[in-house]
């Protein structure tokens, strides 16, 4: 499998597409795009992927997000699904809780992280 990966000017990974080798040559399912908020992903310095996964859903530095430097706004997958991100924030600047709406609806289609620090 391959990975292509494009970054904006503010280290955001705005789009991902995966290439599987297959007779016949490379195939991908399509690009998926996402747009960013101007705050900074608090585990972005640590330079190693961060992985909070909760069900489908990936947050912070996991999966295709790269170690991007702001968090997600949107994600826009191939097949059409989008996944919205809607933050607070404690007062000295680091994520509280997001909570995380799939276009697919559903029982599910709501999901809420909350985030505790030392």
């Not at 280290?11 to 991908?28: K, L, M």
């Not at 992903?41 to 961060?50: A, I, S």
Request: hydrophobic letters at 30%; one cysteine or more.
């Amino acid at each position: 499998m391959c990975i292509a990966l494009t970054y904006d000017g503010d280290d955001n990974n705005i789009q991902w597409q995966s290439f599987t080798n297959s007779p016949g040559g490379f195939q991908s399912p399509g690009v998926i795009t996402a747009s960013y908020n101007t705050n900074l992903v608090p585990y972005h310095n640590l330079g190693l992927p961060t992985y909070f996964i909760r069900g489908n859903n990936f947050y912070f530095n996991s999966g295709e997000n790269f170690l991007s430097r702001n968090n997600y706004i949107q994600v826009k997958y191939y097949d059409g699904t989008k996944i919205d991100y809607s933050y607070q924030y404690y007062s000295n600047g680091l994520p509280q809780k997001v909570v995380l709406i799939d276009s697919r609806g559903g029982p599910f289609s709501t999901d809420t992280i909350e985030f505790f620090y030392n």
